[in-house]
């Protein structure tokens, strides 16, 4: 039956609704893929698929000239004449033959070198030309895997949902969109989704959007993680030799030149393949452009592969893309991925200018139902036909997931995995409800991803408890979890307990509410400057024990959303009993005479005085964060906000203490922040990080309270930028109870220096330049320099990061080496 059912919808594709369908091959009858088919002196346009199949929407009976075009082969015209639909034409094209003789004899330089400077020159002016439209748009993803293992890191992957067979081989996404786009250059955005399809999912909304799409030639640069370099950018002769391959003329009778790209540097952000250019009006005819992964920065990516078509309307002479395609090739761990992303640009309509209300901050929406069109629509809109592999991944996904989705089968699911076997109360329980959507876990007594030392505490571990309930989560954006978590110190001999509860009311604001309280140990710089992890090494192998804390009971609420688009606001108010601790251990893996600090950050000798009183206060903290021009996706799902980056972020921040048993612990502060980066194109990227406030009656706080910034003396980095720490400052040598000013400042070069430099191009990094900044009252200010290397490593590998940092304070200068180890990010 299920057979049969494919077949039936085969058939339906092929010869239900199509008004002009057929196969494209070459002359050995060779299926060729991605033919642009188009009406003449229309935009009314299509794609073959893989295998060569293609459907061309045509309205009227009668005479109609179409357009066959395609890279390497000659362009084919022809004139017929359609009685009743679907009406079927087979297409066969011969290969283009390249000419070379007439340009050669003409000319004194390199000729391609001559065409892309007329193409530099006349580029604004045909960038112009489609600089303002209103179009059809319509695109389709599609993600494979191969060699996909059972398991990765000791946990099951099964089979994704039927996505996979036997051999870890399969397509894991396979989604399509249909759109109306009005587009202003160089990046005014408006599109209203009509029709949206996920494979497996039938109530799923579709990523695709046009707004992804966008990779314009004209510009000169283009992003793919980095800044990609246009072949006719106004610097392009700095980046790219050019070679004619020859000439030859379209079906406008225009001739057409093919130049082939060529990378005068291996490790520069630049494109390698063709890119065709029409003679006189110097505008773009095609591209088929290769970008190797270690180019964007991009290790785990092999290749992408970019193609566009452009064809060209006598009636306002504009040559206006009409397809484009962006395939990759990606691997990690012996897994191999590879997919490709169509699209179909179509029923173009130029327009000089819009109104001033066109675009607004919203640049994605869904019309009702979009999700819920039936197969017989997709067969009437889909302008690239369905291959038998994507049209049997549908008919599969689809019946998969009405079969696990059903409650039989999530029960029957729930009451194998939710079996409570005889070592769980030590590795730990797992209980869930998919029909409900609840879920329940314990973490066991035996949680070794939590064991970590300090000289408070010694070696603790870490269990607990949790709930979570999303039943509302898919249509309203509803969820609510509750977790509990016990931290046993065994040095101390101590038990801490916390609770968390968290809800999210919807997904348009995304407002939450948490509430929270118990007792924990905190590190003294509530921003925890140093990890658990770090700690845990840096104590036991090297006795140094940075990390400094105090005990913590405290009960509170936290509530924050988005106002509007630009603005989120957080406000919280907590009630805090704070004590102070001591070492409890000396112990360490390697036999030393050095002794550990004491756990008081002003005095690390003494081990008798803490460094403050025991005392308890309530806090009140409100948080301002602020976007310029943010545009945002409404999705029915939820909505997405889409930071403007030309402008920066604000962040203003206000705390009151209060309530205290002593006065002289309360407070207030006042803070400010900005945080920017500055795109300086195929140059890099200036990270600006920027931080002010003062206290108000702060005179006599408790150590606790003051302004910490974020030091290190491990010599080991965490982050992928060091925008907000100074990497050889002692954790509390500067800690303020009075105003102060932050400043953080690092440029990444992303290759523009490293790639011109002989052998040190080799290892494909990029130069790191910062500069930080830090002054409060009473001191010297305090600053580093830094100069590093970024995206080092072995292979795909690129995780290490190697700094020389000098500092200067009061006369003192210090020299050091920091080590960025990024793959901690993941391991805490």
Request: glycine content about 6%.
């Amino acid at each position: 039956m299920k057979k049969f059912y494919l077949l039936f919808l085969l058939l339906v594709s092929f010869f239900s609704f199509a008004q002009i369908r057929g196969t494209i091959t070459d002359n050995k009858g060779i299926p060729l893929s991605l033919v642009t088919v188009l009406e003449e002196n229309t935009y009314n346009g299509t794609s073959s698929n893989e295998l060569g199949n293609y459907e061309l929407n045509i309205k009227k009976t009668g005479k109609h000239t179409i357009v066959f075009q395609y890279l390497g082969f000659k362009t084919q015209k022809i004139t017929i004449s359609i009685d009743k639909f679907p009406y079927k034409q087979n297409i066969k094209l011969v290969e283009e033959s390249l000419s070379l003789s007439e340009v050669i004899i003409n000319t004194k330089e390199n000729p391609a070198n001559t065409v892309i400077r007329n193409a530099i020159a006349n580029k604004k002016e045909n960038a112009e030309k489609t600089a303002r439209f209103k179009a059809d748009f319509y695109s389709r993803g599609i993600f494979k895997v191969k060699d996909l293992p059972k398991k990765i890191l000791g946990q099951k992957i099964g089979d994704l949902d039927g996505a996979v067979d036997s051999t870890g081989t399969g397509i894991i996404y396979l989604s399509e969109t249909v759109s109306k786009i009005i587009f202003e250059k160089p990046n005014n955005l408006k599109e209203r989704i009509i029709a949206s399809k996920v494979s497996g999912d039938n109530k799923g909304f579709s990523y695709n959007t046009a707004r992804s799409t966008i990779y314009d030639f004209y510009d000169n640069t283009l992003s793919f993680n980095s800044k990609m370099i246009s072949p006719i950018a106004d610097n392009a002769f700095n980046y790219y030799k050019y070679k004619l391959e020859g000439t030859f003329q379209d079906d406008n009778n225009l001739m057409i030149n093919k130049i082939k790209v060529i990378a005068k540097r291996d490790a520069e952000p630049v494109f390698e393949g063709y890119i065709y250019i029409v003679e006189d009006s110097w505008a773009i005819y095609a591209v088929d452009l290769d970008i190797k992964g270690y180019r964007m920065h991009q290790e785990f990516v092999d290749t992408m592969k970019l193609k566009q078509n452009f064809s060209y309307n006598k009636n306002n002479q504009v040559w206006a893309k009409n397809t484009q395609s962006l395939e990759f090739s990606a691997g990690v761990f012996g897994i191999k991925f590879n997919g490709k992303f169509s699209y179909v640009y179509s029923n173009y309509e130029f327009e000089k200018a819009f109104a001033k209300k066109t675009f607004t901050n919203e640049i994605v929406s869904f019309e009702n139902n979009s999700n819920k069109k039936d197969t017989l629509f997709w067969n009437k809109i889909r302008p690239i036909p369905l291959t038998i592999e994507e049209n049997t991944d549908y008919v599969k996904k689809d019946s998969v997931h009405q079969v696990r989705n059903s409650k039989t089968y999530l029960d029957s699911i729930d009451k194998k995995g939710n079996k409570f076997k005889f070592h769980s109360p030590i590795t730990g329980y797992r209980w869930k409800n998919s029909t409900k959507k609840q879920s329940f876990s314990y973490d066991g007594l035996l949680n070794i991803s939590s064991l970590s030392f300090n000289t408070v505490q010694g070696w603790n571990l870490d269990s607990g408890f949790s709930f979570r309930n999303w039943a509302a989560q898919e249509e309203k954006g509803k969820s609510t979890s509750i977790r509990t978590k016990f931290n046993y110190g065994f040095s101390d001999d101590r038990l801490r307990v916390t609770v968390d509860y968290y809800h999210r009311f919807n997904n348009q604001n995304y407002a939450t509410l948490t509430v929270f309280g118990g007792s924990k140990v905190n590190q003294f710089n509530p921003e925890e400057p140093i990890s658990k992890f770090i700690n845990s090494v840096s104590s036991v192998f090297f006795v140094d024990n940075y990390m400094k804390l105090y005990n913590k009971e405290f009960a509170g609420a936290t509530y924050g959303q988005d106002i509007g688009n630009n603005l989120y606001l957080k406000g919280t108010l907590e009630y805090q009993q704070r004590k102070p601790l001591f070492n409890t251990t000396d112990y360490t893996f390697i036999k030393s005479d050095a002794l550990y600090s004491s756990n008081n950050p002003l005095l690390p000798d003494d081990n008798l005085n803490p460094a403050f009183e025991q005392h308890h206060l309530t806090k009140a903290s409100f948080l301002a964060r602020i976007n310029f021009g943010n545009k945002y996706i409404s999705r029915p799902d939820g909505k997405i906000n889409i930071r403007n980056e030309d402008y920066p972020t604000l962040y203003f921040g206000y705390e009151n203490a209060f309530g205290s048993n002593e006065k002289k612990n309360e407070y207030q502060l006042i803070s400010s922040q900005i945080r920017y980066d500055f795109n300086a194109g195929n140059k890099g990227t200036l990270g600006i990080n920027l931080k002010a406030g003062t206290f108000i009656h702060g005179e006599n706080i408790s150590f606790i309270d003051y302004k910490h910034f974020n030091g290190n003396r491990t010599h080991v980095g965490t982050s992928d930028r060091y925008l907000n720490v100074f990497n050889l400052m002692p954790y509390y040598s500067n800690s303020t109870n009075d105003a102060f000013f932050e400043a953080h400042l690092e440029h990444n070069d992303k290759g523009y220096i490293m790639n011109k430099i002989p052998l040190l191009n080799k290892l494909n990094s990029t130069l790191v330049l910062g500069f930080h900044a830090l002054s409060v009252p009473d001191k010297k200010p305090y600053t580093e320099v830094t100069v590093g290397l970024d995206n080092l490593g072995f292979g795909k590998f690129k995780v290490f990061r190697l700094d020389y940092v000098h500092s200067f304070q009061n006369g003192i200068q210090e020299n050091g080496v920091v080590f960025g180890l990024k793959i901690l990010n993941i391991l805490e």
